[in-house]
């Protein structure tokens, strides 16, 4: 089972300027969850952070007792080894053809055989379709090879936390749509927590278990699927909607007036909460739906108990 | 924050630290062998030649320039330890720098600055491997070792050179050239000769390996960090070579006093 991430009032700022501020959340074991925003929210920063390679300046990451933000380096070079991470380019050694690219994790961290990494590595190419093009280089393959290519590299070692960086950037919607599905059923098969970080409105709408939002330097919500794809927060509908009808403009943000103006237009209506995607039929189910149901239950049983009882400091 | 004097010394610091951090690592295990000599092989390959043919004219002109000098004071016998010397130890390594920092150096930093905005290095650390064991140390090493090595070339390349340019051109007579030369010049000049090549090696190495690491923005910054590199392992090494040829003139008592 996948490991538990849990984000403790974040800050990051580069100089003056502050990306995101006092993000908390959970990304729990085993589930999918998806991180939107509209571009240059910081969603990028926001994965390195929890990976540690940037270091915010508030705040905690902790998976497992590491503090990916503030321990020793050693610990978090340690606590690396359990992630799997899919860059936005794959980020594919230039100089080692596929092969050697997707063995490298392997013979680094490992004393296995090479009979046995050529096992592993062709396992891997296999489940994200690159068999027959281990001799190649990255500079000869397309965008969507060298994001498969990625993705097998970052799950030779059988990593519990799997971070995907714009999985479908630069990718046309039927290898965006067989991506969602490889996600899935990876998912199904290894029960590994996931964070992908998009602005894909059908990933968004299908792969996650949990959805989060990041504008205007916070989190603005971060919750179960359902949830959120009913929601009524302006910036949230405006972004699933992918319309223009909201507080996200070109420029980022827009000003007053032009928002008084839009007041008078039709609101945006709610995108509904379309079928989430099973794994490919002959796979395991995946474990994470049960786990799932079970915290969700118990939030809503939470939240209906809260709204009953009488506030603190009430008279009964 | 963004005050110049603090960004020099952050800058300065980060340089210091990524030297100590390759110091510590490069007596980490597994030791990069195979990088290492890649590397070396490179880095000499890009070196050898411009350095031996740069070297021909270099020799000579200290030659001319200290014959014309010695005749006007009536010591001609003296040309040879005199522009022998000045080879040694200071024209050699001089242009040991300059082709270690331009033509290795700035490989180097191009190569390490385009893995950077690949995310190469990113992905890197993410697998839990050290870049600065993995990539920096045996391009550090393998720098030092090309500036000792390329060193001795250049030496006897350009004494050879001077050597030529006096005898045949000067009319100088090579037997007042070569017992000057033993009469002037000992073994520690070439020891120093060596040890500065080594220290230039070793600063072009980190230089361009902190650029490198630290391009800003996109492939134009590569650009920069390959040209600022270069020109700041110029300043750094001029500077070296002062204090080192001080030190060594105090320290090492000159054989003709």
């Known amino acids: 089972m996948g490991i538990e991430v849990t984000v403790e009032g974040l800050t990051k700022s580069f100089g003056s300027q502050t990306v995101w501020e006092d993000v908390t959340l959970t990304l729990p074991a085993g589930e999918v969850s998806v991180m939107l925003g509209p571009s240059g929210t910081g969603k990028t920063v926001f994965l390195k952070s929890v990976i540690g390679l940037l270091r915010p300046e508030h705040g905690r990451v902790l998976v497992g007792d590491v503090d990916m933000a503030s321990s020793p380096e050693h610990e978090i070079y340690e606590a690396r080894k359990l992630f799997g991470v899919m860059f936005q380019d794959g980020a594919l050694f230039g100089s080692m053809n596929l092969y050697d690219n ?20 062709l396992e891997r190419m296999e489940l994200v379709g690159l068999i027959g093009s281990e001799a190649k280089l990255p500079g000869e393959i397309s965008g969507g090879m060298r994001k498969r290519a990625g993705l097998a590299r970052a799950l030779v070692l059988d990593p519990q936390i799997i971070l995907c960086d714009e999985p479908d950037s630069g990718l046309d919607p039927v290898r965006t749509s067989y991506l969602s599905q490889l996600l899935i059923d990876l998912n199904a098969q290894i029960d590994a927590t996931m964070l992908i970080v998009t602005h894909n409105l059908d990933i968004a709408t299908t792969v996650p278990d949990n959805l989060g939002m990041l504008f205007r330097r916070r989190l603005v919500a971060f919750g179960p699927r359902e949830l959120l794809l009913t929601s009524d927060e302006p910036v949230v509908r405006q972004f699933l909607g992918g319309h223009r009808h909201g507080p996200i403009g070109m420029a980022e943000e827009k000003d007053q007036q032009t928002l008084d103006l839009e007041k008078e237009l039709l609101p945006a209506p709610a995108v509904g909460v379309p079928p989430q995607l099973e794994p490919s039929p002959g796979l395991p189910p995946r474990q994470a739906v049960q786990r799932r149901r079970q915290r969700v239950l118990a939030l809503q049983n939470q939240r209906r108990v809260a709204a009953t009882a009488p506030a603190p400091g009430e008279q009964p | 924050m963004s005050n110049p004097v603090q960004g020099a010394l952050r800058q300065s610091g980060d340089f210091f630290a990524l030297g100590a951090t390759t110091l510590r690592d490069t007596f980490r295990r597994p030791f990069q062998l195979r990088e290492l000599i890649e590397q070396f092989w490179f880095v000499a390959s890009v ?9 021909i004219p270099f020799g000579a002109v200290i030659a001319l320039q200290v014959g014309s000098l010695t005749q006007q004071l009536g010591a001609q016998s003296f040309t040879g330890g005199a522009s022998v010397l000045a080879v040694v130890q200071q024209a050699s390594p001089l242009i040991v720098a300059l ?12 190569d390490l600055g385009s893995r950077k905005i690949r995310e190469e290095l990113d992905a890197m650390e993410v697998m839990g491997v050290s870049p600065v064991q993995r990539l920096i140390v045996p391009r550090v090493l393998a720098m030092m070792l090309v500036a000792v090595l390329l060193n001795g070339l250049v030496s006897v390349v350009g004494v050879v050179g001077g050597y030529v340019f006096n005898v045949y051109l000067q009319h100088g007579t090579p037997g007042a050239y070569l017992s000057s030369f033993s009469a002037l010049a000992q073994l520690p000049d070439i020891y120093i000769g060596e040890f500065k090549a080594l220290v230039f090696g070793l600063i072009a190495g980190l230089v361009a390996a902190h650029r490198g690491l630290h391009p800003r923005g996109g492939p134009k910054g590569v650009g920069d960090a390959v040209n600022q590199s270069v020109v700041i392992t110029f300043l750094l090494l001029f500077l070296v070579n002062v204090v080192l040829t001080a030190v060594y003139l105090q320290l090492v008592p000159q054989k003709g006093m």
């Open chain 2, 99 to 110: 082709l270690i920092a331009g033509a290795g150096g700035s490989a180097i930093c191009a």
């Open chain 1, 102 to 121: 997707i063995a490298f994790p392997l013979r680094e961290h490992t004393r296995k055989k090479e009979s046995e990494i050529r096992r592993i590595v």
């Open chain 2, 47 to 55: 070196t050898i030649l411009p350095a031996a043919l740069v070297s």
